[in-house]
């Protein structure tokens, strides 16, 4: 239609591949889904899946778990604080990092 740009991409071109939120999250469900297995909870997680909402931004989808299951996450997490284990988020524009409490120690 006159008027309307003409760089050749329109929305009904748009794909999640030309993003990257679905590579972050489809890596972060990976990550995610190996730690479940070693863990031995990979099959208490059935919609554990990447997926993106409607303006292209990645996110995990965890589904429906048991109050079992999400309490053997909770045991889970609280041991791997109790052991040092942090989260540094202080930019709050990144990924959050896992770093071993350790650092610095000889």
Do not use: I
């Amino acid at each position: 239609m006159q008027g309307e740009p003409t760089d050749g991409h329109d929305a009904a071109t748009w794909s999640p591949l030309y993003g990257d939120g679905w590579y972050a999250a489809r890596n972060a469900t990976t990550a995610l889904r190996d730690v479940l297995v070693r863990a031995g909870l990979d099959k208490d997680f059935p919609y554990l899946r990447a997926d993106l909402n409607a303006f292209g931004h990645g996110f995990v989808e965890l589904g429906r778990v048991s109050p079992a299951t999400a309490e053997r996450l909770a045991e889970l997490l609280r041991l791997a604080l109790a052991s040092g284990f942090r989260v540094a988020c202080e930019d709050h524009g990144r990924t959050p990092v896992a770093t071993d409490g350790h650092e610095g120690r000889d």
